[in-house]
């Protein structure tokens, strides 16, 4: 079966190599020129896709780009000192396999594990899918395919052309994230620093050697008006709601004129009654993002994409039958991701000064717990801290064409 995916970051990188290990024939399409330097932030792989990246063979790879930030310093204006936290202590307590890796170098790595076995098609984008699988592109010639997967992350193109307009299915959760490639100022690879307010927090670390990224989130009583493609004024609303804030700010915001990569984007959620409709569906943020930076999505990516390639080959492609499976094995974990990072938005940007105390109270005491307690306590439930790990992947090992026993 050929299939085509829209999106070369995370999700379709991942769901190509699985399906490709089951026998399909894939394409992905990207509408970047290359793949996306997009001043990615660091983001996170708990245990069930820490074990996908080591069935892929890529797990030296990933742990070998992890950030290796240690310690999170934030001040607060009006304080003489800083707040410490100790990531060694809390990351034990949200997953027992973890790594914190730059978006970028994420990517990369799945791109490389599958270049040389998928069609990849940069600078190119889908403008229209048939109910019968004939796609269109802006550059390239048409083509059929079997089956049509969105990976093209929040604002996706396949889900506008399939499902219609973004607004019908997003949820802003209240907050906004900037991300902001920089040279590393600090010289300091093991830690983040940063200042935090009420509704603004904005920090500063190395993603690698003379490499480094600035994150600014902060919150607004309506949404802000702006197109995603629109980056002057993405900039512009970010100099408006943090120039006033002291610390390294001013000097972090005069690296916009000259940032090689910049990203902006709400904390915005997607609920749609399905992922799927006819020989299309949806895989990572296109389909079920639960907020950028707040929900895990990086991991719910990569399980997805393993889960919609396994449900595909178990069925021999046959989309009535995966997708509905694929939906009904994610959809309890996506839930609990959606709601999880409602609690994490409402406490890393603070909306009050009694939020405020709180975020700076639960770091102190996150430092003064036992590493043992810590985890215990985030244990308690699958929703909770530990609600990745309580996701159990299926093993779909058997309908490898390598094994002999399944070929499409």
Same mark, same amino acid.
């Given at each position: 079966?050929?299939v085509?995916? /829209?999106?070369? /970051?995370?999700?379709?990188?991942?769901l190509?190599y699985?399906?490709?290990?089951?026998g399909f024939?894939v394409?992905?399409?990207?509408?970047?020129p290359a793949?996306?330097?997009?001043?990615?932030?660091?983001?996170?792989?708990?245990?069930?896709a820490?074990d996908?990246?080591?069935?892929?063979?890529?797990?030296?790879?990933?742990?070998?780009?992890?950030?290796?930030?240690?310690?999170?310093?934030?001040?607060?204006p009006?304080?003489?000192?800083?707040?410490e936290?100790?990531l060694? @202590?809390?990351?034990?307590a949200v997953?027992?396999?973890?790594?914190?890796i730059?978006?970028?170098?994420l990517s990369?790595i799945?791109?490389?594990?599958?270049?040389?076995d998928?069609?990849y098609?940069?600078?190119d984008?889908?403008t229209s899918?048939?109910?019968?699988g004939?796609?269109t592109?802006e550059?390239g010639?048409?083509?059929?395919?079997? !089956?049509v997967?969105?990976a093209?992350?929040?604002h996706s193109?396949v889900?506008?052309?399939?499902?219609?307009?973004?607004?019908?299915?997003?949820?802003?959760i209240? +907050?906004?994230?900037?991300v902001?490639?920089l040279p590393?100022?600090?010289g300091r690879?093991?830690?983040?620093?940063?200042?935090?307010?009420?509704?603004?927090m904005?920090?500063?670390?190395a993603?690698?050697?003379?490499?480094a990224?600035?994150?600014?989130?902060?919150?607004t009583?309506e949404p802000?008006d702006?197109?995603?493609?629109?980056?002057?004024r993405? @900039?512009?609303?970010l100099?408006?709601?943090?120039?006033?804030?002291?610390?390294?700010?001013?000097?972090l915001?005069?690296?916009?004129? /000259?940032?090689?990569?910049?990203?902006?984007? /709400?904390i915005?959620?997607l609920?749609l009654?399905?992922?799927?409709?006819?020989?299309v569906t949806?895989?990572?943020?296109?389909g079920?993002?639960?907020?950028?930076?707040?929900?895990?999505s990086?991991?719910l990516a990569?399980?997805g994409?393993?889960v919609?390639?396994?449900?595909? +080959?178990?069925?021999?492609g046959?989309?009535?039958?995966?997708?509905?499976?694929?939906?009904?094995?994610?959809?309890?974990?996506?839930?609990?991701?959606?709601a999880f990072?409602v #609690?994490?938005? @409402?406490?890393?940007v603070?909306?009050?000064?009694?939020d405020?105390?709180?975020? !700076?109270q639960g770091?102190?005491l996150?430092?003064?717990?036992?590493?043992?307690?810590?985890?215990?306590?985030?244990t308690? #439930?699958a929703k909770?801290?530990?609600l990745?790990?309580?996701?159990?992947?299926?093993?779909? +090992?058997?309908?490898?064409?390598?094994?002999?026993?399944h070929?499409?």
């Amino acid at each position: 079966m050929n299939v085509l995916i /829209s999106g070369a /970051s995370v999700a379709g990188p991942v769901l190509a190599y699985w399906l490709t290990r089951y026998g399909f024939t894939v394409t992905v399409v990207e509408r970047a020129p290359a793949l996306r330097k997009a001043g990615g932030h660091a983001v996170d792989l708990f245990r069930p896709a820490m074990d996908i990246v080591e069935k892929m063979g890529v797990l030296d790879r990933v742990q070998a780009g992890r950030t290796g930030t240690e310690r999170l310093t934030l001040w607060t204006p009006g304080r003489a000192r800083p707040v410490e936290l100790e990531l060694r @202590k809390l990351m034990p307590a949200v997953s027992s396999r973890h790594v914190e890796i730059m978006r970028d170098d994420l990517s990369e790595i799945f791109y490389d594990a599958t270049r040389d076995d998928v069609e990849y098609v940069f600078d190119d984008s889908i403008t229209s899918i048939s109910e019968a699988g004939e796609v269109t592109f802006e550059r390239g010639p048409g083509r059929a395919f079997d !089956l049509v997967i969105g990976a093209d992350g929040l604002h996706s193109n396949v889900r506008r052309l399939v499902f219609g307009p973004e607004s019908r299915f997003t949820t802003w959760i209240g +907050a906004y994230l900037a991300v902001v490639s920089l040279p590393d100022h600090f010289g300091r690879d093991d830690r983040v620093e940063g200042v935090v307010g009420v509704g603004r927090m904005a920090a500063y670390g190395a993603a690698r050697p003379s490499d480094a990224r600035a994150a600014f989130f902060f919150r607004t009583p309506e949404p802000l008006d702006y197109h995603h493609r629109d980056v002057p004024r993405q @900039k512009e609303l970010l100099r408006e709601h943090f120039a006033d804030l002291g610390w390294e700010v001013p000097r972090l915001l005069r690296e916009l004129d /000259s940032t090689p990569a910049f990203y902006f984007d /709400s904390i915005t959620q997607l609920h749609l009654d399905t992922w799927s409709r006819g020989r299309v569906t949806l895989v990572g943020d296109a389909g079920y993002c639960p907020g950028p930076a707040v929900g895990g999505s990086t991991s719910l990516a990569v399980v997805g994409a393993y889960v919609l390639a396994g449900e595909l +080959a178990a069925v021999g492609g046959e989309p009535a039958r995966a997708f509905p499976a694929y939906e009904a094995e994610l959809g309890a974990y996506v839930r609990r991701s959606r709601a999880f990072a409602v #609690g994490v938005a @409402k406490r890393l940007v603070p909306r009050s000064r009694t939020d405020l105390w709180a975020l !700076l109270q639960g770091m102190r005491l996150i430092n003064h717990l036992p590493a043992g307690l810590t985890r215990a306590v985030s244990t308690l #439930g699958a929703k909770g801290a530990r609600l990745h790990d309580s996701f159990a992947l299926k093993d779909y +090992a058997r309908y490898e064409v390598a094994s002999g026993q399944h070929s499409l």
